[in-house]
């Protein structure tokens, strides 16, 4: 994937061709059975025509047998229709602000129009260009918008993000960039589109199952160009603060709610039998709450700390505010007015029901799950540590108990007890490791000589526990001797390839 990435930045123009004779493969596949039907009818007429003697008439009718085959086929892939994202529609008669939107921005980009807005319960904001049968003679634009994103951003950075997505809508102006780069979902709809038996069906769907993977990973370089494109189309219409604010929130909201705000609710089955909350009906009052701004500044650091993989086809936010001005990022204002509010009116309030109700089907009988084995480890837990000041726990049994009290008991708490464990001696390196990357976290720094004993009683801990204390030696100020952890983890790995 790395020598693909590279291929394609040195060599765009040829990477480009490569992707468009791809694309242009899989096309005449899907004409294959109507091109191939209308040539057999051709030469069938023909021959018969000719035909005099008993076998001319007998290839006559292999042809016709061929032909007829071929028409079934064409006529299997006709038939067939392909799947587009789930969602709850949202009409223009009863969002007419939504619309007037999306229609202005169509026409400022002279972009074909969009025909249908969906809303889902993910946080996303996405605009598929699909074909609508088996063979590619028309296609419907289908805008995705996330009821979590709406939720989370102010309607004038909504504007900036559609823009960014009406922006790359195949059109003259931006072909063959969004052409090929709209082909890769296509071809995995097509993929799921053509999945069953059927004349046209079955060669079709073992074509694209090997095919759109294939197309996909060759084309992830198109598709970053692709967003670095539409962050530039984005400054036609708006000032670029505005635009680099609306990306920036919309990349950090993303990442608090995904991989924060929805798995601390989850968690908190370890108290409650039932959810006290709903997520949808108050994300907005757990976004105000509980992402306040140092929380918000250390999500901006690792985003920005992040690299971006050879196989993901998103930039890094970095990568985008030095394509967009080169300026520093900086820590956008939270929007007083969402643009669900905004935009969706009436509609906001039931739409919020709808998706607690599939939130509640789709967890509640996980988060029972999670209640009752919360309860039988916290008793597991108590048990344990009423063993712990007489030291009789066995090896595992200290092991557990480093992992329940991580799990269940709150930072200050947690220290008491770990610091305990260490006062047992224990001879398992996994529980010098854990409690040392805890103390560590907690910026403590007992957590040095536990992760210096796990090192001590297993090497294989020495890259990690280095890394670990490194950052909290450059944390602290202690560059040099952060530094020569850093050199230590590095030695360590270099003789253990050359070993």
């Known amino acids: 994937m790395a020598k693909l990435h590279n291929f394609a930045h040195r060599a765009p123009l040829v990477h480009v061709a490569l992707a468009a004779a791809l694309a242009a493969g899989a096309y005449l596949v899907l004409f294959l059975f109507p091109v191939l039907t209308l040539g057999l009818l051709v030469q069938t007429a023909t021959d018969a025509l000719t035909a005099e003697t008993n076998s001319d008439w007998l290839a006559v009718a292999v042809l016709a ?40 921005l169509c026409a400022d980009y002279a972009a074909p129009a969009v025909d249908e807005v969906l809303l889902t319960n993910r946080f996303e904001l996405d605009l598929e260009h699909r074909p609508v049968r088996g063979l590619p003679l028309s296609h419907r634009n289908t805008l995705t918008l996330g009821l979590p994103l709406a939720m989370s951003v102010a309607p004038e950075h909504l504007g900036v993000l559609l823009a960014r997505r009406i922006s790359m809508l195949p059109r003259r102006g931006n072909w063959p960039l969004a052409w090929l780069v709209q082909l890769r979902l296509g071809w995995h709809r097509y993929a799921q ?16 199952d090997w095919y759109a993977p294939l197309y996909s990973r060759f084309t992830v370089a198109l598709a970053r160009r692709a967003e670095f494109t539409a962050d530039r189309n984005a ?25 924060k705000l929805w798995p601390a609710l989850l968690r908190m089955s370890v108290k409650y039998a039932e959810p006290p909350l709903l997520p949808f009906s108050n994300l907005e009052e757990l976004l105000e709450k509980e992402l306040d701004a140092d929380r918000a500044h250390r999500l901006l650091d690792g985003l920005l700390a992040a690299k971006a993989a050879d196989d993901t086809f998103m930039p890094t936010l970095r990568q985008r505010w030095t394509a967009l001005s080169g300026n520093r990022p900086r820590l956008p204002t939270a929007p007083a007015t969402s643009a669900a509010a905004r935009l969706l009116h009436a509609t906001l309030e039931p739409a919020q029901a709808h998706f607690d109700k599939l939130w509640l089907k789709t967890n509640l009988q996980r988060w029972h799950d999670q209640h009752s084995r919360s309860r039988n480890d916290q008793r597991r837990l108590e048990e344990l540590l009423r063993q712990v000041p007489e030291e009789l726990l066995s090896k595992d049994e200290i092991w557990e108990c480093t992992v329940l009290v991580r799990q269940y008991m709150g930072q200050e708490k947690a220290l008491e007890l770990y610091k305990a464990l260490l006062a047992t001696q224990p001879s398992d390196p996994r529980v010098y490791f854990s409690i040392g990357s805890f103390l560590l976290s907690c910026r403590d720094a007992q957590g040095v000589p536990a992760l210096e004993t796990a090192m001590r009683m297993d090497q294989r801990y020495t890259p990690d526990a280095c890394e670990l204390i490194s950052e909290f030696m450059s944390f602290t100020g202690e560059r040099r001797q952060a530094r020569s952890y850093r050199k230590r983890a590095t030695h360590y790995s270099d003789d253990e390839a050359a070993a």
């Open 65 to 104: 047998t061929l032909c007829a085959l071929s028409a079934w086929a064409s006529v299997d892939i006709w038939r067939t229709r392909t799947r587009g994202p789930a969602g709850q529609p949202l009409s223009r008669a009863r969002h007419p602000d939504l619309w007037a939107r999306i229609d202005q």
């Open 193 to 208: 589109a053509f999945d069953g038996w059927g004349p046209g069906r079955s060669p079709m769907g073992l074509f694209f």
């Open 235 to 259: 400054q036609r219409l708006h000032d670029d603060w505005t635009v680099e604010e609306a990306i920036t929130l919309a990349v950090i909201r993303k990442a608090f709610v995904e991989n």
